[in-house]
């Protein structure tokens, strides 16, 4: 009898001290690519170290995110607790001075550091410059969708601090890397969800000379894709691979390797190598950002010269050679 019940208290305490991890998305993860990579990263992770993940769909508005990532946190369930984006900074900074025994992780965004907070930024400027020098290239190039003008495009989702501070700049250094006289036309859609908006943008844009156009405008970047696929114009995706979507309109990916990312802090959270109390940006040089080089339609649409250019950029900044914008 002493036996089962030693064995029980056993089997109960490691129940009770199983690993738990609560991701908060701010958003919805269907139809978002970075939410679906980190939802499969930290499924991946779950399954390999043995850890449990609940995921907590916070939808779009963004006045509920707080008070959940609160609550959540109130029910001291979780071993550790991860939002994501620069929208939540300052509630994280709350909800772990509020709750100075729960461990956050913050990615995508940084967060103040704190003694229970990790944060993980992406460095969006390199995605940026590669896309700005990509789009360059492309512009004066002889494609077929490439006029004599040197003019290129970028439409975003809204304005946010990465937007203006790095992706825009970075954006636009890229280009004027490829060629000094290269023109930048810029517009906000207003909306992540607005497809109709992101054809009106696109239409408006082509019009003015535009040939190739950076779409970081998640669903509303659907409207654009349509415009330049009756135009015989091109566009660059962001974030994930979405060139099967239309292979002769979106040339090319600059690539967010958030699945990778989210496994890595699993992992160093489950095995207590998080470091807390502090922050870090990663990019190409940590494996984070990336570009679609091996994709079929890449190779086939891009001519062979281009290609190359970009490679060779692309281990460039990957040793330190070139800094696309000022950490």
């Not at 001291?76 to 001075?97: H, N, R």
């Not at 940084?110 to 229970?116: D, H, S, V, Y």
């Not at 470091?275 to 950002?289: K, N, Q, T, V, Y």
């Not at 010269?305 to 950490?327: A, H």
Request: hydrophobic letters at 45%; a negative charge; aromatic letters at 10%.
């Amino acid at each position: 009898m002493k036996k089962i019940l030693v064995l029980m208290i056993v089997v109960l305490s490691a129940v009770v001290n199983a690993y738990s991890v609560a991701l908060l998305i701010t958003g919805e993860v269907g139809g978002n690519a970075i939410y679906e990579m980190m939802v499969q990263g930290a499924v991946r992770a779950s399954k390999d170290f043995g850890f449990d993940v609940k995921v907590i769909e916070g939808g779009y508005n963004s006045s509920k995110w707080e008070p959940l990532l609160i609550s959540l946190a109130s029910t001291k369930s979780y071993d550790l607790i991860v939002t994501f984006t620069e929208g939540m900074p300052k509630s994280v900074e709350k909800a772990a001075k509020m709750f100075p025994q729960q461990k956050f992780a913050l990615i995508d965004g940084i967060a103040p550091n704190l003694a229970n907070v990790y944060s993980l930024g992406f460095k969006d400027e390199e995605m940026a410059y590669l896309a700005g020098y990509f789009a360059g290239l492309i512009t004066k190039s002889n494609l077929p969708g490439a006029n004599s003008e040197l003019k290129i495009g970028m439409i975003a989702g809204d304005i946010y601090p990465a937007m203006t501070e790095k992706m825009k700049p970075a954006y636009e250094k890229g280009a004027k890397s490829a060629d000094e006289k290269t023109e930048i036309f810029f517009s906000v859609a207003g909306s992540w969800a607005d497809p109709n908006k992101g054809y009106e943008l696109a239409q408006l844009q082509f019009s003015q000379g535009v040939d190739v156009i950076f779409l970081v405008a998640g669903g509303t970047g659907i409207g654009a894709i349509k415009k330049a696929k009756e135009l015989g114009r091109y566009v660059i995706g962001v974030d994930s691979n979405v060139i099967y979507l239309a292979p002769d309109v979106i040339l090319a990916c600059v690539l967010k390797r958030a699945d990778m990312a989210i496994y890595e802090v699993l992992k160093k959270a489950y095995l207590g190598k998080l470091p807390l109390g502090h922050s870090e940006r990663w990019g190409i040089r940590e494996g984070a950002i990336g570009f679609t080089f091996d994709d079929p339609s890449y190779l086939q649409n891009v001519p062979e010269q281009i290609r190359e250019k970009m490679i060779d950029l692309f281990e460039k900044v990957e040793r330190g050679e070139i800094t696309p914008f000022g950490d």
